[in-house]
């Protein structure tokens, strides 16, 4: 009997290994291609968007940089409220700006990942401006909805780009610009 506890408790943890591995290699997978795509914003166009209700170029590209880091956020706190801390663009005067500030989010996150226990992701997590709640979740729709909004910002990114006539990188294989059509 005790055999065949240790057999599933060994097996449990295999299976937590595995989950955490696969979302490490799918961070790992989005951070290379979002690099790709912030290595082309260009910086005489930072102030430029293509709506007035559009983000600025370079609001949209701090917050794809800083989104990896939301995973260490979602793992490693409770919630976040915006009344008690508000929402603060990082600080990036240049294209090299902008990808090391993915990098040090990416890092973050990678790390906040490696060091997660599994089977705290049912806990809750809340977003909240003060007393409204903007977001009831668990830490892996947290977690989740950090690598989702990477790549939903990463794609307005491109419509950006495109829009300026810059060619646009291949998220999940080649782009029309890449195979030159």
Not at 133 to 145: A, H, P, Q, V
């Amino acid at each position: 009997m005790l055999l065949m506890e240790l057999h599933g408790i060994e097996k449990s943890k295999q299976k937590n290994m595995d989950i955490i591995k696969a979302l490490l290699k799918e961070l790992e997978s989005e951070f290379t291609t979002t690099k790709k795509f912030l290595a082309l914003v260009p910086v005489d166009k930072f102030e430029w968007a293509p709506h007035e209700k559009s983000m600025k170029l370079k609001s949209l590209a701090c917050h794809i940089a800083e989104l990896p880091e939301w995973i260490s956020l979602a793992l490693t706190a409770d919630g976040l409220d915006f009344e008690t801390a508000p929402y603060q663009e990082k600080k990036a005067e240049n294209t090299d700006d902008l990808l090391k500030l993915l990098e040090e989010s990416y890092e973050k996150g990678r790390l906040a990942l490696t060091q997660f226990n599994v089977e705290d992701f049912d806990k809750q997590w809340i977003l909240r401006n003060g007393e409204v709640i903007l977001g009831d979740f668990t830490k892996y729709e947290m977690m989740r909805m950090s690598f989702s909004q990477t790549i939903h910002h990463r794609a307005q990114l491109g419509v950006y780009l495109r829009i300026l006539n810059i060619p646009i990188p291949g998220s999940y294989g080649p782009s029309a610009d890449e195979l030159g059509l």
